[in-house]
Protein backbone atom coordinates (compact mmCIF):
# COMPACT_ATOMS: atom_id res chain seq x y z
CA UNK A 1 0.00 0.00 0.00
CA UNK A 2 1.17 3.69 -1.16
CA UNK A 3 0.68 6.51 0.33
CA UNK A 4 1.38 9.82 -1.81
CA UNK A 5 2.26 13.43 -1.14
CA UNK A 6 1.47 16.01 -4.25
CA UNK A 7 3.49 18.92 -3.66
CA UNK A 8 2.30 22.60 -4.92
CA UNK A 9 3.63 22.82 -8.36
CA UNK A 10 2.05 19.32 -8.75
CA UNK A 11 -1.76 20.88 -8.28
CA UNK A 12 -1.08 23.91 -9.47
CA UNK A 13 -3.55 24.35 -11.82
CA UNK A 14 -6.31 21.57 -13.76
CA UNK A 15 -3.91 20.09 -16.15
CA UNK A 16 -1.29 19.54 -13.34
CA UNK A 17 -5.00 17.79 -11.15
CA UNK A 18 -4.95 15.34 -14.27
CA UNK A 19 -1.62 14.18 -14.04
CA UNK A 20 -2.16 13.71 -10.72
CA UNK A 21 -5.49 11.58 -11.23
CA UNK A 22 -3.60 9.51 -13.61
CA UNK A 23 -0.79 8.59 -11.48
CA UNK A 24 -3.01 7.49 -8.50
CA UNK A 25 -5.36 5.77 -11.13
CA UNK A 26 -2.02 3.52 -12.78
CA UNK A 27 -1.84 1.91 -8.99
CA UNK A 28 -4.52 0.91 -7.41
CA UNK A 29 -2.11 0.39 -4.24
CA UNK A 30 -1.97 4.39 -3.98
CA UNK A 31 -4.77 4.51 -1.75
CA UNK A 32 -4.28 7.49 0.46
CA UNK A 33 -3.06 11.27 -1.22
CA UNK A 34 -2.01 13.96 0.71
CA UNK A 35 -1.73 17.62 -1.26
CA UNK A 36 -0.37 20.96 -0.82
CA UNK A 37 -2.19 23.60 -1.39
CA UNK A 38 -1.58 24.86 -5.44
CA UNK A 39 2.19 26.11 -5.98
CA UNK A 40 3.13 28.52 -8.82
CA UNK A 41 2.43 27.60 -12.34
CA UNK A 42 5.15 30.25 -13.53
CA UNK A 43 8.38 31.79 -11.79
CA UNK A 44 6.15 35.20 -11.82
CA UNK A 45 3.22 33.31 -9.69
CA UNK A 46 1.86 33.71 -6.34
CA UNK A 47 1.94 30.38 -4.46
CA UNK A 48 -1.42 30.31 -2.60
CA UNK A 49 -0.08 30.08 0.83
CA UNK A 50 1.95 33.05 0.45
CA UNK A 51 -1.38 34.82 -0.72
CA UNK A 52 -3.31 33.53 2.39
CA UNK A 53 -0.56 34.49 4.43
CA UNK A 54 -1.05 38.09 3.32
CA UNK A 55 -4.54 38.18 4.11
CA UNK A 56 -4.07 37.17 7.48
CA UNK A 57 -1.75 40.11 7.94
CA UNK A 58 -3.92 42.31 6.12
CA UNK A 59 -7.40 41.59 8.05
CA UNK A 60 -5.19 42.06 11.42
CA UNK A 61 -4.45 45.82 9.95
CA UNK A 62 -8.43 46.25 9.64
CA UNK A 63 -10.69 47.83 12.18
CA UNK A 64 -9.58 51.41 12.18
CA UNK A 65 -11.17 54.42 10.50
CA UNK A 66 -8.11 55.59 9.64
CA UNK A 67 -7.52 56.00 5.20
CA UNK A 68 -4.90 52.97 5.81
CA UNK A 69 -7.36 50.57 7.56
CA UNK A 70 -9.61 51.06 4.40
CA UNK A 71 -6.50 50.72 1.95
CA UNK A 72 -5.41 47.20 3.52
CA UNK A 73 -9.51 46.50 3.53
CA UNK A 74 -9.65 46.82 -0.43
CA UNK A 75 -5.80 44.97 -0.97
CA UNK A 76 -7.45 42.09 0.96
CA UNK A 77 -10.43 42.17 -1.35
CA UNK A 78 -8.19 42.27 -3.56
CA UNK A 79 -6.10 39.42 -2.70
CA UNK A 80 -9.01 37.24 -1.58
CA UNK A 81 -10.45 37.26 -4.95
CA UNK A 82 -7.36 36.34 -6.95
CA UNK A 83 -7.41 32.75 -4.24
CA UNK A 84 -11.26 32.36 -5.20
CA UNK A 85 -10.58 32.96 -8.82
CA UNK A 86 -7.69 29.92 -8.95
CA UNK A 87 -9.50 27.55 -7.46
CA UNK A 88 -12.59 28.61 -9.12
CA UNK A 89 -10.96 27.83 -12.51
CA UNK A 90 -9.58 24.44 -11.24
CA UNK A 91 -13.10 23.14 -10.70
CA UNK A 92 -14.98 24.66 -13.02
CA UNK A 93 -12.07 23.33 -15.71
CA UNK A 94 -12.57 19.56 -13.73
CA UNK A 95 -16.26 20.04 -13.78
CA UNK A 96 -15.88 19.23 -10.34
CA UNK A 97 -19.58 19.03 -8.22
CA UNK A 98 -18.30 21.49 -5.16
CA UNK A 99 -19.52 23.94 -2.94
CA UNK A 100 -16.81 26.01 -3.54
CA UNK A 101 -18.59 29.42 -3.61
CA UNK A 102 -20.02 28.90 0.16
CA UNK A 103 -16.41 27.04 1.47
CA UNK A 104 -14.62 30.56 -0.18
CA UNK A 105 -17.13 32.85 1.22
CA UNK A 106 -17.01 31.49 4.69
CA UNK A 107 -13.09 31.62 4.83
CA UNK A 108 -13.00 35.03 3.38
CA UNK A 109 -15.57 35.69 6.68
CA UNK A 110 -13.36 33.71 9.14
CA UNK A 111 -9.92 34.69 8.36
CA UNK A 112 -9.92 38.86 10.26
CA UNK A 113 -11.51 36.62 12.94
CA UNK A 114 -8.79 34.20 13.95
CA UNK A 115 -6.19 35.92 15.97
CA UNK A 116 -3.47 33.29 14.53
CA UNK A 117 -2.25 32.65 10.78
CA UNK A 118 -2.22 29.53 10.74
CA UNK A 119 -6.04 29.03 9.98
CA UNK A 120 -5.12 31.22 6.92
CA UNK A 121 -2.77 29.33 5.93
CA UNK A 122 -4.27 26.00 5.98
CA UNK A 123 -6.93 26.94 3.74
CA UNK A 124 -4.75 26.48 0.67
CA UNK A 125 -4.51 22.57 1.39
CA UNK A 126 -8.01 21.84 2.55
CA UNK A 127 -9.94 23.58 -0.48
CA UNK A 128 -7.33 21.45 -2.95
CA UNK A 129 -8.04 18.63 -0.54
CA UNK A 130 -11.77 19.12 -1.47
CA UNK A 131 -10.67 19.41 -5.24
CA UNK A 132 -8.65 16.57 -5.33
CA UNK A 133 -11.28 14.35 -3.17
CA UNK A 134 -14.32 15.07 -5.47
CA UNK A 135 -11.95 14.39 -8.46
CA UNK A 136 -10.72 11.34 -7.46
CA UNK A 137 -14.30 9.93 -6.29
CA UNK A 138 -12.42 9.32 -3.01
CA UNK A 139 -13.30 9.85 1.04
CA UNK A 140 -12.11 13.70 2.30
CA UNK A 141 -10.32 13.56 5.81
CA UNK A 142 -10.07 16.60 7.22
CA UNK A 143 -7.08 16.82 9.16
CA UNK A 144 -8.86 18.80 11.85
CA UNK A 145 -10.13 15.71 13.51
CA UNK A 146 -7.28 13.53 13.52
CA UNK A 147 -3.54 15.18 13.70
CA UNK A 148 -3.06 17.02 16.93
CA UNK A 149 -0.75 19.16 18.44
CA UNK A 150 -0.32 19.96 22.32
CA UNK A 151 -1.05 23.33 24.26
CA UNK A 152 2.62 24.15 23.84
CA UNK A 153 2.28 23.97 20.14
CA UNK A 154 4.50 20.94 19.67
CA UNK A 155 3.33 17.89 17.40
CA UNK A 156 1.54 15.48 19.42
CA UNK A 157 3.06 12.09 17.80
CA UNK A 158 0.99 9.55 19.76
CA UNK A 159 -2.40 10.43 19.94
CA UNK A 160 -1.83 11.56 16.24
CA UNK A 161 -0.77 8.00 15.36
CA UNK A 162 -3.54 6.73 17.23
CA UNK A 163 -6.56 8.94 15.89
CA UNK A 164 -5.06 8.87 11.80
CA UNK A 165 -4.68 5.44 11.96
CA UNK A 166 -8.49 5.15 13.36
CA UNK A 167 -9.73 7.51 10.53
CA UNK A 168 -7.59 5.65 7.74
CA UNK A 169 -9.17 2.03 8.51
CA UNK A 170 -12.54 3.25 7.72
CA UNK A 171 -11.90 4.36 4.21
CA UNK A 172 -9.95 1.99 1.34
CA UNK A 173 -9.17 5.51 -0.51
CA UNK A 174 -8.66 8.98 0.75
CA UNK A 175 -7.21 12.42 0.39
CA UNK A 176 -6.08 13.81 3.79
CA UNK A 177 -5.03 17.79 3.22
CA UNK A 178 -1.08 18.36 4.00
CA UNK A 179 0.27 20.81 6.28
CA UNK A 180 -2.09 21.46 8.96
CA UNK A 181 -4.04 20.08 11.94
CA UNK A 182 -5.64 20.75 15.39
CA UNK A 183 -4.48 22.49 19.06
CA UNK A 184 -6.58 20.47 21.88
CA UNK A 185 -8.78 23.72 22.37
CA UNK A 186 -10.22 23.12 18.61
CA UNK A 187 -8.31 25.83 17.01
CA UNK A 188 -5.70 25.08 13.38
CA UNK A 189 -2.50 24.58 13.91
CA UNK A 190 0.00 24.55 10.72
CA UNK A 191 3.81 23.07 11.03
CA UNK A 192 6.44 25.10 9.70
CA UNK A 193 6.45 26.10 5.83
CA UNK A 194 6.88 22.98 3.29
CA UNK A 195 4.99 20.86 6.44
CA UNK A 196 3.02 19.34 3.85
CA UNK A 197 5.41 16.52 3.57
CA UNK A 198 5.53 16.18 7.33
CA UNK A 199 1.52 15.23 7.15
CA UNK A 200 2.64 12.63 4.56
CA UNK A 201 5.09 10.87 6.18
CA UNK A 202 2.69 10.72 9.48
CA UNK A 203 -0.10 9.40 7.45
CA UNK A 204 2.31 6.76 5.70
CA UNK A 205 3.14 5.60 9.21
CA UNK A 206 -0.38 5.55 10.56
CA UNK A 207 -1.41 3.77 7.41
CA UNK A 208 1.70 0.99 7.43
CA UNK A 209 2.02 1.42 4.29
CA UNK A 210 5.07 0.22 2.16
CA UNK A 211 6.15 3.00 0.72
CA UNK A 212 6.05 6.60 1.08
CA UNK A 213 5.75 8.67 -2.57
CA UNK A 214 6.70 12.50 -2.29
CA UNK A 215 5.50 14.01 -5.91
CA UNK A 216 7.43 16.81 -6.85
CA UNK A 217 8.49 19.19 -9.98
CA UNK A 218 11.88 17.39 -10.10
CA UNK A 219 13.26 13.25 -10.59
CA UNK A 220 14.56 13.00 -7.00
CA UNK A 221 17.73 14.28 -5.61
CA UNK A 222 20.63 15.05 -7.23
CA UNK A 223 24.54 14.23 -6.67
CA UNK A 224 25.58 17.85 -6.36
CA UNK A 225 23.94 21.75 -6.54
CA UNK A 226 23.15 22.12 -10.15
CA UNK A 227 23.61 25.79 -10.21
CA UNK A 228 27.06 24.65 -9.43
CA UNK A 229 27.47 21.76 -11.42
CA UNK A 230 26.03 21.12 -15.30
CA UNK A 231 23.42 18.35 -15.32
CA UNK A 232 24.32 16.57 -11.93
CA UNK A 233 23.53 12.77 -11.88
CA UNK A 234 20.56 11.79 -10.10
CA UNK A 235 20.87 9.70 -7.03
CA UNK A 236 19.13 6.36 -7.46
CA UNK A 237 19.19 5.35 -3.92
CA UNK A 238 19.85 6.85 -0.83
CA UNK A 239 20.09 5.83 2.91
CA UNK A 240 17.98 7.72 5.94
CA UNK A 241 21.64 8.20 7.40
CA UNK A 242 23.28 10.02 4.22
CA UNK A 243 20.48 12.11 3.35
CA UNK A 244 20.00 13.49 6.85
CA UNK A 245 24.06 14.54 6.48
CA UNK A 246 23.20 16.15 2.73
CA UNK A 247 20.14 17.69 3.92
CA UNK A 248 22.42 18.76 6.87
CA UNK A 249 24.62 20.52 4.11
CA UNK A 250 21.96 22.28 2.43
CA UNK A 251 20.40 19.84 -0.05
CA UNK A 252 16.82 20.46 0.43
CA UNK A 253 14.28 18.75 -1.31
CA UNK A 254 12.57 17.41 1.41
CA UNK A 255 11.06 18.92 5.26
CA UNK A 256 13.69 18.08 7.36
CA UNK A 257 10.83 16.56 10.21
CA UNK A 258 9.50 14.35 7.51
CA UNK A 259 12.13 11.88 7.75
CA UNK A 260 11.55 11.28 11.33
CA UNK A 261 7.95 9.36 11.52
CA UNK A 262 9.12 6.97 8.07
CA UNK A 263 12.11 6.58 9.65
CA UNK A 264 11.26 5.34 12.38
CA UNK A 265 9.01 2.52 10.91
CA UNK A 266 11.33 1.60 8.24
CA UNK A 267 9.04 2.91 5.82
CA UNK A 268 11.03 3.93 2.06
CA UNK A 269 10.69 7.24 0.78
CA UNK A 270 10.45 7.52 -3.13
CA UNK A 271 11.18 11.19 -4.26
CA UNK A 272 9.21 11.41 -7.98
CA UNK A 273 8.46 13.74 -10.62
CA UNK A 274 4.74 14.55 -11.62
CA UNK A 275 6.13 15.87 -14.77
CA UNK A 276 7.61 12.76 -15.88
CA UNK A 277 6.06 10.38 -13.83
CA UNK A 278 7.84 7.25 -15.48
CA UNK A 279 11.11 8.38 -13.64
CA UNK A 280 11.96 6.17 -11.04
CA UNK A 281 13.26 9.16 -8.95
CA UNK A 282 15.14 8.43 -5.51
CA UNK A 283 14.59 5.98 -3.48
CA UNK A 284 15.79 6.79 0.41
CA UNK A 285 15.91 3.23 2.21
CA UNK A 286 16.83 2.33 6.10
CA UNK A 287 19.87 0.27 4.07
CA UNK A 288 20.48 0.74 0.38
CA UNK A 289 21.11 -1.88 -1.64
CA UNK A 290 24.23 -2.29 -3.43
CA UNK A 291 26.67 0.18 -3.46
CA UNK A 292 27.14 3.76 -4.60
CA UNK A 293 29.19 4.87 -7.59
CA UNK A 294 32.93 5.27 -6.36
CA UNK A 295 31.86 4.72 -2.87
CA UNK A 296 30.26 8.63 -3.12
CA UNK A 297 26.07 9.06 -3.22
CA UNK A 298 26.32 12.91 -2.81
CA UNK A 299 28.20 16.19 -2.36
CA UNK A 300 26.96 19.20 -0.15
CA UNK A 301 28.28 21.99 1.09
CA UNK A 302 27.32 25.69 2.32
CA UNK A 303 28.76 28.78 2.75
CA UNK A 304 28.64 31.25 5.91
CA UNK A 305 30.76 29.40 8.63
CA UNK A 306 33.59 30.88 10.51
CA UNK A 307 36.53 28.69 11.87
CA UNK A 308 38.09 29.45 15.55
CA UNK A 309 41.71 28.04 16.27
CA UNK A 310 42.81 27.85 19.27
CA UNK A 311 46.69 27.34 19.63
CA UNK A 312 48.21 25.84 23.17
CA UNK A 313 51.98 23.81 23.54
CA UNK A 314 50.73 20.67 25.47
CA UNK A 315 47.15 20.95 25.02
CA UNK A 316 46.56 17.08 25.09
CA UNK A 317 47.56 16.92 28.37
CA UNK A 318 45.29 19.44 29.92
CA UNK A 319 42.53 18.25 31.69
CA UNK A 320 39.32 19.83 30.87
CA UNK A 321 40.63 21.78 28.02
CA UNK A 322 37.70 20.93 26.02
CA UNK A 323 35.37 21.40 28.17
CA UNK A 324 36.35 25.07 28.66
CA UNK A 325 36.35 26.03 24.99
CA UNK A 326 32.75 24.58 25.00
CA UNK A 327 31.68 26.59 27.85
CA UNK A 328 32.66 29.34 26.40
CA UNK A 329 30.77 28.55 22.89
CA UNK A 330 27.40 27.83 25.63
CA UNK A 331 27.72 30.47 27.57
CA UNK A 332 27.23 32.74 24.48
CA UNK A 333 24.19 31.09 23.32
CA UNK A 334 26.18 29.57 20.08
CA UNK A 335 25.28 25.68 18.81
CA UNK A 336 28.76 24.79 17.20
CA UNK A 337 29.07 22.65 13.98
CA UNK A 338 32.21 20.65 14.30
CA UNK A 339 35.17 20.40 16.24
CA UNK A 340 38.13 18.98 14.60
CA UNK A 341 40.87 18.87 16.75
CA UNK A 342 44.63 18.42 16.95
CA UNK A 343 47.56 17.88 19.04
CA UNK A 344 48.28 21.43 20.12
CA UNK A 345 45.14 23.00 17.99
CA UNK A 346 41.42 22.72 18.55
CA UNK A 347 38.63 23.98 15.95
CA UNK A 348 35.32 25.72 16.53
CA UNK A 349 33.62 25.71 13.29
CA UNK A 350 30.34 27.81 13.51
CA UNK A 351 27.74 29.94 11.73
CA UNK A 352 29.22 33.19 10.61
CA UNK A 353 26.35 35.06 11.96
CA UNK A 354 26.32 33.25 15.31
CA UNK A 355 30.20 34.41 16.04
CA UNK A 356 29.45 37.90 14.72
CA UNK A 357 26.66 38.69 17.57
CA UNK A 358 29.07 37.19 20.12
CA UNK A 359 32.28 37.63 18.78
CA UNK A 360 34.36 39.68 21.21
CA UNK A 361 32.61 38.27 24.42
CA UNK A 362 33.25 34.30 22.88
CA UNK A 363 37.10 35.28 22.34
CA UNK A 364 37.82 37.07 25.61
CA UNK A 365 35.84 34.08 27.31
CA UNK A 366 38.01 31.61 25.89
CA UNK A 367 40.93 33.48 26.45
CA UNK A 368 39.75 33.63 30.19
CA UNK A 369 38.86 30.01 30.61
CA UNK A 370 41.62 27.95 28.94
CA UNK A 371 44.77 30.87 28.88
CA UNK A 372 45.81 29.84 24.77
CA UNK A 373 48.55 30.76 23.08
CA UNK A 374 46.56 32.11 20.28
CA UNK A 375 43.37 32.49 18.40
CA UNK A 376 42.87 32.75 14.96
CA UNK A 377 39.64 33.39 13.10
CA UNK A 378 39.26 32.54 9.25
CA UNK A 379 36.00 34.00 8.37
CA UNK A 380 34.26 33.15 4.73
CA UNK A 381 34.65 29.87 5.09
CA UNK A 382 32.80 27.32 2.98
CA UNK A 383 32.40 23.26 4.49
CA UNK A 384 31.56 20.55 1.96
CA UNK A 385 30.46 17.37 2.74
CA UNK A 386 31.63 14.49 0.34
CA UNK A 387 28.70 11.84 1.60
CA UNK A 388 28.86 8.13 0.68
CA UNK A 389 27.77 4.87 2.63
CA UNK A 390 30.55 2.75 0.37
CA UNK A 391 33.66 5.06 1.69
CA UNK A 392 33.67 2.34 4.68
CA UNK A 393 34.72 -0.15 2.76
CA UNK A 394 36.91 1.73 -0.05
CA UNK A 395 40.51 2.68 0.56
CA UNK A 396 42.09 6.03 -1.14
CA UNK A 397 38.85 7.86 -1.01
CA UNK A 398 40.15 10.57 1.36
CA UNK A 399 43.42 10.39 -0.89
CA UNK A 400 41.25 10.82 -4.02
CA UNK A 401 39.60 13.57 -2.64
CA UNK A 402 42.55 15.72 -1.78
CA UNK A 403 44.57 15.26 -4.72
CA UNK A 404 41.28 16.36 -6.52
CA UNK A 405 41.61 19.49 -4.53
CA UNK A 406 45.34 20.15 -4.83
CA UNK A 407 45.18 19.78 -8.26
CA UNK A 408 42.19 22.68 -8.48
CA UNK A 409 44.30 24.65 -6.11
CA UNK A 410 42.11 24.65 -3.44
CA UNK A 411 43.59 25.43 0.14
CA UNK A 412 41.88 22.56 2.55
CA UNK A 413 41.41 24.76 5.87
CA UNK A 414 39.90 22.03 8.11
CA UNK A 415 38.99 18.46 7.60
CA UNK A 416 36.51 16.03 9.34
CA UNK A 417 35.72 12.64 8.96
CA UNK A 418 32.68 11.84 11.01
CA UNK A 419 33.17 9.32 12.62
CA UNK A 420 29.90 7.53 11.33
CA UNK A 421 32.88 7.13 8.53
CA UNK A 422 29.48 8.18 5.48
CA UNK A 423 31.24 11.47 4.63
CA UNK A 424 34.40 13.85 5.11
CA UNK A 425 33.74 17.35 5.97
CA UNK A 426 36.55 19.79 4.41
CA UNK A 427 36.42 23.68 5.08
CA UNK A 428 37.65 26.05 2.43
CA UNK A 429 37.54 29.47 1.54
CA UNK A 430 34.24 30.53 0.23
CA UNK A 431 36.03 31.88 -2.85
CA UNK A 432 36.83 28.40 -3.77
CA UNK A 433 33.77 27.10 -2.99
CA UNK A 434 32.68 26.61 -6.54
CA UNK A 435 35.84 25.51 -8.04
CA UNK A 436 35.89 22.33 -5.21
CA UNK A 437 32.78 21.10 -5.14
CA UNK A 438 33.20 20.60 -8.98
CA UNK A 439 36.73 18.87 -8.60
CA UNK A 440 34.91 16.67 -6.31
CA UNK A 441 31.92 15.83 -8.52
CA UNK A 442 34.84 15.44 -11.30
CA UNK A 443 36.65 12.70 -9.72
CA UNK A 444 34.23 10.97 -8.13
CA UNK A 445 31.09 11.36 -9.88
CA UNK A 446 31.53 12.34 -13.53
CA UNK A 447 34.70 13.17 -14.86
CA UNK A 448 33.64 14.62 -17.96
CA UNK A 449 30.89 16.65 -15.98
CA UNK A 450 31.73 19.49 -13.43
CA UNK A 451 32.48 22.13 -15.70
CA UNK A 452 30.87 26.06 -15.21
CA UNK A 453 27.50 26.58 -16.92
N1 LIG B 1 1.57 25.02 1.44
C1 LIG B 1 2.51 24.99 2.52
C2 LIG B 1 3.71 25.86 2.18
O1 LIG B 1 3.73 26.50 1.16
C3 LIG B 1 2.91 23.61 2.90
C4 LIG B 1 3.49 22.77 1.81
O2 LIG B 1 3.38 23.10 0.64
O3 LIG B 1 4.07 21.72 2.12
O4 LIG B 1 4.61 25.94 2.96
Given at each position: ????????????????????????????????????????????????T???????????????????????????????????????????????????????????????????A?????????????L??A???????????????????????????L?????????????????????????????????????????????????????????????????????????????????????Y???????????????????????????????????????????P???????????????????????????????????????????????????????????K??????????????????????????????????????????????????????????N???????????????????????????????????E??????
Amino acid sequence: MIVAKFGGSSLSDSEQFLKVREILRSDPARRYVIPSAPGRRHSADHKITDLLYRCHDLAQAIGSESREAIDHAREYERIFSEIRRRFLDIASALELNVDLEGELDNIERRIPQEPTADYAASRGEYLNGLLLSALMGWAFIDPAHCVWFRDDGTFDSERTQLECAHALLTHEYAVIPGFYGNMPDGTIRTFSRGGSDVTGAIVARAADADLYENWTDVSGFLTADPRIVKNPRRIEQITYRELRELSYMGATVLHEDAIFPVRKAGIPINIRNTNEPEHPGTLILPHAQGEPLAGITGIAGRKGFAIIVIEKAMMNAELGFGRRVLQAVEECGISFEHLPTGIDTMCVVLHKEALDKARERLITRIYELTEPDSIEIHEDMALIATVGRGMVRQRGIASRLFDALSEAHVNVRMIDQGSSELNIIVGVSSQDFDKAVRAIYGTFIDESGGDVH
